[in-house]
């Protein structure tokens, strides 16, 4: 039986209406102003910093004992683990080792096409916050926040790959929205036959789906899938997962794909948060970019194949032919192409220097010199 | 009666950081859903048992914190706990005369309500959670009502 003590039974508390209604005005107010205009941005961030200890104070006996485990780990574990991480490490450098030459290569090769993607360019790591914050979300709190740099909309990163993009920051912490958060969508390609599609969160970590291919897309178990690059959020060529399962319904016009995340979702405990760099391919290429991104560049598609070479040696031509309309844009590396083959012949040097020699964060397309950060 | 408001404090302040530090604590996924709103259920025993002492300013501060704790749109739980806690303290003469099933059942019909403000407001701001887990979050309140009133009674017994 719970026995409550007050013995105050003065039937009334005064004027308890007016308080309820003034208190729900004040917190509508709160939720308008937040939702709508965005205004609160100072507030939450002030109110996040208040509640910033609480949140340290209950993550931190985890953290503690996963610090104790740690420290009381026997010298064998220890160096059983030092092998291991030595045997990988070994593993990645040897992997490594072409790298450079290959991120070299590819820029020059994209330098050819004009396209310029964007490459990543710093990371910064942070560990993920022992907080549960929504039971139905698939958040996590990251313990870096706008002072180090971190904004909304950043890719995230782990060992194993794309993990998810920052959805909010505060000051001091950050909260990352999961790739399998269901409202969240990333474009993806087939790392086999480069076809692009997007891959949409279900609020199951162990699962994302890609529900925007066709019955008869090219698509099998066992596919890699990684970013595409589009939308420019995410950096290209990051692995998001495979497929795990191709259900066909001949009745159905959409195929029903089931991908495994690449990322260890559930397990993973630090981040990695990317900065992007457009690669510098010259002051010219931007407008060319901005046009042949406009048109439906299919890998499949013959033109395109064409086009890179067009709009290599006559950017501005590329990008006046190609604006107006598709059909057209279509047809432009048709006609462009002799005057390109022409230009070609004595262009590549030109075209091929500038990414070789000019590593900084030229900006390229001013309208996403925004979102890299200092 | 003034003293007797500020004798109350300080366990009323203990007791909601940590009911907000049991809302963010982490439990494993399959048991997360099964989740009380600890913090509510804290903040109707206070409204039913001293209002004067905290009343809806501690609903509403409260619920800032969970808004805050949760990166949900600010407001939300605010305004949920508020409605909720001045219904609650509008009950609560019957409340406390109520046997424990009867008490579980209001809190029940409270912490619903306290579910059906957040599920529009979720609704009315573009993210909506349609699982129907979230309904079980009242029923587990519910159930261990009786365990968080008998406890908190309990921590300002004289």
Not at chain 1, 243 to 250: G, I, L, N, S, W
Not at chain 1, 296 to 301: E, F, G, I, R
């Amino acid at each position: 039986m719970v026995a409550f003590r007050n013995t105050d039974t003065s039937g009334r508390t005064t004027g308890l209406l007016l308080r309820c209604v003034l208190y729900s005005l004040l917190a509508l107010g709160l939720i308008i102003f937040d939702k709508r205009y965005d205004h609160l941005g100072q507030i939450r961030r002030f109110l996040s910093v208040v509640a910033y200890p609480v949140q340290v104070a209950v993550a931190s006996p985890f953290e503690g004992w996963d610090w104790f485990r740690e420290s009381v780990s026997s010298r064998e574990t220890l160096r059983a683990d030092k092998a291991k991480l030595e045997a990988e490490l070994r593993l990645a450098n040897f992997r490594l080792q072409r790298f450079e030459a290959l991120e070299a290569e590819s820029q020059r090769l994209r330098a050819l096409r004009d396209n310029t993607a964007a490459i990543t360019d710093r990371f910064l790591v942070g560990d993920i916050m022992d907080l549960d914050l929504d039971a139905f979300r698939e958040r996590v709190l990251v313990d870096k926040g706008a002072r180090d740099g971190v904004f909304v909309g950043q890719a995230v990163l782990d060992s194993g790959g794309v993990f998810g993009q920052v959805a909010r920051v505060e000051q001091l912490t950050s909260e990352v929205i999961l790739l399998s958060d269901a409202a969240h969508a990333i474009p993806v390609q087939i790392n086999r036959n480069g076809l692009r599609t997007i891959a949409v969160g279900t609020g199951d970590m162990s699962r994302l789906k890609l529900p925007y291919l066709a019955t008869s897309a090219d698509v099998v178990a066992g596919d890699l899938l990684v970013t595409s690059g589009l939308g420019g959020g995410f950096p290209a060529g990051y692995p998001v997962g495979t497929v795990a399962e191709v259900k066909r319904d001949p009745a159905q016009s959409l195929a029903d794909v089931d991908v495994r995340p690449a990322a260890a979702l559930d397990r993973s405990r630090e981040l990695m948060f990317v900065w992007l760099k457009q690669a510098a391919a010259g002051s010219a290429a931007a407008p060319a970019t901005a046009a042949t991104s406009a048109t439906p560049t299919s890998p499949a598609n013959p033109a395109t194949a064409n086009s890179p070479g067009a709009s290599t040696a006559a950017p501005a031509k590329a990008a006046t032919t190609s604006a107006p309309d598709k059909p057209s844009a279509a047809k432009t590396p048709a006609h462009a192409a002799p005057a390109a083959h022409a230009a070609a012949a004595r262009a590549p040097p030109a075209a091929a220097k500038p990414p070789a020699d000019s590593p900084k964060p030229a900006a390229a397309a001013p309208s996403r010199t925004g979102e890299i950060a200092p | 009666m003034m003293r007797d408001t500020r004798v109350r404090r300080l366990p009323m302040a203990l007791s909601a950081v940590v009911a907000l530090a049991l809302a963010v604590i982490p439990l494993p996924a399959a048991v997360d859903a099964f989740r009380p709103d600890f913090l509510v259920l804290v903040v109707f025993y206070w409204s039913i048992e001293s209002p004067r002492a905290g009343g809806l300013a501690l609903a509403f501060v409260a619920g800032l914190a969970l808004d805050v704790v949760r990166g949900v749109v600010l407001g939300q739980h605010a305004l949920a706990l508020t409605l909720m806690a001045a219904w609650a303290t509008h009950l609560r003469l019957r409340l406390r005369v109520f046997s424990v099933l009867s008490q579980s059942l209001t809190i029940f019909a409270l912490l619903t309500g306290y579910q059906f403000v957040l599920f529009w407001i979720d609704g009315a701001t573009g993210n909506p959670v349609t699982t129907f887990s979230r309904w079980l979050a009242p029923v587990i309140g519910a159930l261990i009502w009786p365990l968080i009133a008998g406890a908190l009674s309990r921590s300002h017994a004289r």
